[in-house]
RNA sequence: GGCGCUAUCGUCUAAGGGUUAGGACACCGCCCUCUCAAGGCGGUAAUACGGGUUCGAAUCCCGUUAGCGCUACCA
């Protein structure tokens, strides 16, 4: 016996951007289905028309491609089980709500949101709990035909049996019961047409064979309406996986308001889609031993449900940063230069041109120094226009009043010099220090500030070597005009 | 409020009856060094609380507490 093909769906919605959480759901998703032979689903959930967002299909499928984990059916990439566009199916979802009507399973309910409303508000002022109270249960047949030919609004609500307590198993929860008392007759097909997330998810799961909900955390508690669902329709209930919720770091749910949220944020900040799936990654499942650093490939490879955790997980910025410099280890200059190009096209500087081979020295001079592309123009703007301002801690350190003599005999020695190279830098540098009777460090803090305005970077003659002669003396003859005046003014 | 889920260093986590409770990030110190990083070495730091079961509990059971989620014609 073959065993069945193992189908998993990631089934967003289209709000706006693509959630960190969401792209940590889409991963354990596409992981599971690339280790078993399996298929990924991406199928858009579009049945709450007031939240649409206009784009955000194009934003979600363009940020999933961009993170590598590509699909094997849905929008733009057809499929045997289509359309994977919820609001492209209503007349599936409206068929099977029917059925369920004619075997008495859900029923027509007129209640105008304002008696739902009043009704919620009288059972809460007794302290119990707002569950439909089944006005609509009873209506005859001559009643609800009378209203349906009146155009009267209407919703579809299933019957919940009363007294039974629903029982499933979760791959990472394991055995959950939650008891029916509980469960309100859940709308299945709102007023304007549109299907429910619950109708539609479990409708679209069973045509769509899907094998594996692994879903979030927040879906647990309506698992058992689901459940109920299956069991009416008389369809094989998939096995389920609730993943634990992204936190912030005071433990809350994961949002906006506190950093970046938004996958395309990390995107545009130059994070590697590596670095940024490596770390969602570990956010909730470890391979049991201590390695962290993971290709996609690897955790194809290494990645289980059954070491998936329980716990929420803190979404902490710091260790994607290191994470993240671990793969920025492993990238070429080369590899990164699109990436730094893209920022810099972003950028204040997007109008001035840099050749490819001075970036590239860029990167190779800040790439220890740095957890993310944008982090280069963020601290060494030097490379792009000469300093504004010098640093004024270091510059009282290391900026003495015989400073300016030594530099206009470095200067002097500088311009002797054809085509330089960081070792003729470092060479000139040292034999005026000599010939000058200075300590070689304290010429190069001077330079270092000159040329950049600021007390850290690169090693010197690295900075100096991209710069170039001529912008290298143009800095220093400025920064001893401009350090001389704000001498003056003090 | 009701229901559900969860609970190991600040954070991500390992250990699933016997370990000095391990690793990683962050933090601190030292080394390296022209600065800042990176790198190397070392350090501080945890089983939420209370009861059981057991020779022995972070681990099993019960309770408490806390956090979060759900309780919509949102997903």
């Given amino acids: 016996m073959i065993s069945e093909q193992i189908r998993v769906r990631f089934a967003p919605s289209p709000t706006g951007y693509l959630h960190v959480g969401g792209l940590r759901t889409a991963l354990y998703n596409y992981l599971f289905a690339r280790q078993n032979n399996g298929v990924f689903i991406l199928r858009i959930e579009d049945t709450d028309r007031s939240r649409y967002v206009e784009g955000a299909v194009e934003n979600l499928i363009e940020t999933l491609k961009w993170a590598g984990l590509d699909y094997d059916e849905g929008p733009g990439k057809g499929g045997e089980y289509g359309p994977y566009v919820q609001s492209q199916r209503l007349d599936i979802y409206r068929k099977y709500a029917k059925q369920l009507v004619e075997e008495k399973k859900a029923y027509y309910c007129f209640c105008t949101p304002e008696r739902l409303e009043q009704m919620r508000q009288e059972l809460e002022q007794k302290g119990e709990f707002a569950k439909y109270d089944r006005f609509c249960l009873n209506l005859s047949s001559s009643e609800i035909e009378q209203k ?15 007294n039974t307590t629903i029982k499933f198993y979760d791959l990472i929860r394991k055995d959950v019961e939650i008891s029916s008392q509980l469960i309100d007759d859940q709308v299945l097909i709102k007023s304007d047409g549109y299907p429910t997330y619950h109708l539609a998810n479990v409708v ?27 069991s009416y329709f008389g369809w094989e209930i998939p096995a389920l996986a609730h993943l634990p919720l992204l936190l912030n770091t005071d433990k809350t749910k994961l949002s906006k308001r506190q950093g970046d949220v938004a996958v395309e944020d990390y995107r545009a900040k130059g994070y590697l889609k590596e670095g940024l799936i490596n770390f969602i990654a570990l956010l909730g499942w470890n391979p049991g031993d201590e390695r962290e650093i993971f290709t996609l490939e690897e955790l194809i490879q290494e990645f289980s449900i059954e070491r998936v955790g329980k716990s929420g997980a803190v979404f902490n910025i710091d260790k994607l940063n290191w994470i993240n410099l671990q793969h920025i280890h492993k990238k070429t200059e080369k590899e990164m230069l699109p990436i730094l190009k893209e920022i810099i096209s972003r950028s204040k500087y997007k109008d001035q041109l840099f050749s490819d081979k001075y970036l590239e020295k860029v990167i190779h001079a800040m790439r220890e120094r740095i957890n993310y592309l944008a982090g280069i123009l963020e601290k060494s703007p030097y490379f792009f226009e000469p300093p504004s301002s010098y640093d004024p801690n270091y510059l009282s350190k290391h900026w003495k009043s015989e400073t300016p003599i030594w530099l206009d005999k470095l200067v002097e020695a500088f311009s002797k010099l054809e085509n330089p190279v960081k070792n ?49 003396i143009n800095r220093i003859q400025q920064a001893i005009k401009n350090i001389k005046i704000q001498y003056a003014r003090e």
Wanted: glycine share 10%; charged share 25%.
């Fill in 204 to 230: 679209d799961d069973h045509l769509m064979k899907v094998t594996h909900v692994i879903r979030g955390e927040e879906w647990l508690p309506s698992v058992p309406k689901h459940i109920l669902l299956y």
């Fill in 148 to 162: 349906l030919k009146s155009n009267t609004p209407y919703v579809i609500r299933m019957k919940v049996p009363d």
């Fill in 424 to 472: 003729d830098f470092e060479s000139a540098l040292n034999q005026t220090a000599e010939a000058l009777g200075v300590g070689r460090g304290k010429i190069i803090h001077a330079v270092r500030l000159a040329v950049s305005g600021v007390g850290e970077g690169p090693g010197l003659y690295d900075i100096l070597d991209i710069l170039g002669k001529e912008e290298v």
